[in-house]
């Protein structure tokens, strides 16, 4: 048989074939087909992925699999289109589908494509048949499997359909994807694909958080691109996947080269963090330790939370997922359950990964909103899903959220279990304040030990990092269009000059302190301060 040139690569491959070795234990929508729950809602991309699961559980169970869609009705799961011979359009209609579902005598599996449109507009009648159905089927043999990229769910069905999300695929999925491709191309005499075992891992590797298609369709692309597998692969697929990960709309693969030494202070946490750094590694599984689930930052503004979260992934060597959870409920983004699903799902795929939240409370204001945008109950299962998979996951996955407006955040986040620790920032210690003059200066080419550190971090008694880090870059401007050098007196002069934050919201952040004490752990150790032993003073 003659191979197919180039080209014909980039057009989908076909769905892989029942050789799939079966999940070494069994998934959860196995389960619910042995329990019989009547009515199961998989939400999913992945069509065919479902209808393959759901063939390979009826071969086990001995039942017979139909698919629905609105163009073929109800035929046997695999059917081809054009050799349907059985095919019954009345059942085009979903009524008539369902009825046909009731009056079937045999156990049997039902895939139902596409059906959520008929949820979605309240279908009155659809919605009272499903209702039937769930009755009748409780005693039966029978399931039906809702496949849809979508939740719709009117209220009347919430106690009827059992809702599971369909897990992305795993790495041994892609292995096989791969050496099929590898298979159906190898005979192209201008395709390069003899690659080494090392080289598939590390494909396989860079698919983690993609469907099934869309791999497919990277792997199509880079021997389009390249005639081959090799290391430009892994650019193309990384590329393709920071694109398909950012067009779910919440999720960013964020590249940061900030390291330890960008964060002046804060001694505790970086040796909380420092002491976590091997926590993902197989030594630390064998060892018995788990896997830490993740860490709230809590402080005054411009103190460096957001700056410690982009670290954490250089100090582990992880990449780092920005999680947008202020466009949660932006009517930018689809269905907000959707995405947080997606984007949950995906995190889990390419775990170990850091999973970053800025201003977390942010969207829990956003979600109690007035707004006419936000719809109470969206919100609720949203924060509901959220908090379940804080609580209960078990993937390598960890979580660094940050906050500075307590009084946003619902005590639930703040329950024991959803993070391992929560740290409060607060504005640096005289001895941090020179930390961060030294951080700021050496950034920017110049030598800390030519400025007069103590007297500037003194001068800077309630400033923030971002405000120091201001002063610098304000006092450099100066400096450069007097045609001089940067001096810590035009240092100080720049300071004076600023009214620092922590004086026009004293009340803001003494309350913060207060809730703090106690109940959140201190970032900075209480002798790291130097100056009265730790204690701050808001006013010069
Ligand atoms: N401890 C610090 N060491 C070095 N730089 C700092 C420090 N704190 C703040 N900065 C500087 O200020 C900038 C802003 O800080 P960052 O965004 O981390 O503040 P934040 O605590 O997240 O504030 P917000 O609550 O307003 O989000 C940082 O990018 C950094 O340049
Ligand atoms: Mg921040």
Redesign the pocket.
């Known amino acids: 048989m003659p191979k197919p040139p180039p080209q014909a690569v980039s057009k989908p491959v076909a769905v892989p074939q029942p050789a799939l070795p079966a999940k070494p234990q069994m998934s959860e929508l196995e389960v619910l087909i042995r329990a019989r729950y009547p009515l199961v809602y998989v939400i999913s991309w992945e069509e065919q992925r479902v209808l393959h699961q759901v063939t390979q559980i009826g071969a086990k169970l001995n039942k017979s699999v139909f698919e629905w869609s609105i163009n073929t009705g109800l035929v046997p799961a695999g059917t081809n289109l054009q050799a349907q011979k059985q095919r019954d359009a009345a059942t085009e209609d979903p009524l008539v589908a369902l009825g046909n579902v009731i009056d079937h005598v045999e156990p049997a599996l039902y895939v139902f494509k596409d059906f959520h449109p008929f949820l979605k507009c309240q279908n009155m009648s659809v919605v009272r048949r499903l209702r039937e159905v769930a009755s009748s089927l409780k005693n039966t043999y029978k399931t039906i499997v809702i496949v849809s990229p979508m939740l719709e769910m009117p209220p009347e069905l919430e106690k009827d359909i059992t809702i599971i999300d369909f897990d992305l695929p795993r790495a041994n999925d892609f292995t096989l994807l791969l050496q099929r491709i590898v298979e159906e191309v190898k005979g192209n005499p201008k395709l390069k694909v003899n690659i080494n075992g090392q080289m598939k891992e590390q494909i396989v590797h860079a698919l983690l958080g993609l469907t099934l298609a869309e791999a497919e369709n990277v792997l199509a692309k880079t021997l389009v691109q390249h005639y081959g597998f090799g290391p430009e692969s892994l650019e193309v697929i990384n590329a393709e996947k920071r694109q398909i990960i950012r067009k779910s709309g919440l999720l960013e693969y964020y590249d940061t080269d900030e390291n330890m030494s ?5 001694d505790s946490l970086k040796s909380w963090l420092l002491k976590r750094s091997v926590a993902f590694s197989d030594r630390a599984r064998e060892y018995g330790l788990p896997a830490p689930k993740g860490v709230l ?1 809590l ?12 670290t954490v992934s250089n100090i582990w060597n992880l990449p780092l997922l920005r999680f947008d959870v202020g466009r949660v409920f932006g009517s930018l983004v689809g269905s907000s359950e959707q995405n947080i699903r997606r984007a949950i799902q995906v995190a889990e795929s390419v775990a170990p990964v850091v999973f970053w939240i ?2 977390i409370d942010k969207a829990f204001r956003g979600s109690r909103g007035s707004g006419a945008s936000t719809d109470a109950g969206t919100s609720a299962r949203v924060f509901s899903t959220f908090l379940t998979w804080m609580s209960e996951k078990k993937s390598p996955v960890f979580v660094i959220a ?3 407006d307590i009084s946003a955040l619902p005590p639930e986040l703040l329950r024991k279990g959803r993070f391992d620790e929560i740290f409060f ?1 607060d504005l ?1 210690t005289s001895g ?1 304040r020179q ?2 003059f030294r ?2 200066l050496s950034k920017r080419k110049m030598d800390p030990a030519k400025f007069d550190l103590e007297t500037l971090a003194r001068t800077a008694d309630g400033y ?3 405000e ?2 201001e002063a610098i870059i304000s006092s450099m401007f100066d400096a450069f269009y007097d045609k001089q050098e940067l001096t810590s007196e035009r240092l100080l002069s720049s300071l004076h000059q600023t009214v620092p934050l922590s004086r026009t919201m004293k009340e803001d952040i003494d309350a913060l302190r207060q809730w703090a004490a106690g109940r959140a752990h201190p970032a900075t150790s209480p002798d790291a301060g130097q100056e009265g032993q730790g204690q701050r003073r808001l006013e010069i």
């Open positions: 960008s964060v002046g202070g804060l930052l402080g005054v503004q411009g103190c460096g939370k957001s700056l410690m979260a982009k800025d201003e940050t906050a500075n920032v640096p941090e930390d961060v951080v700021h923030s990092g971002a120091i880090e």
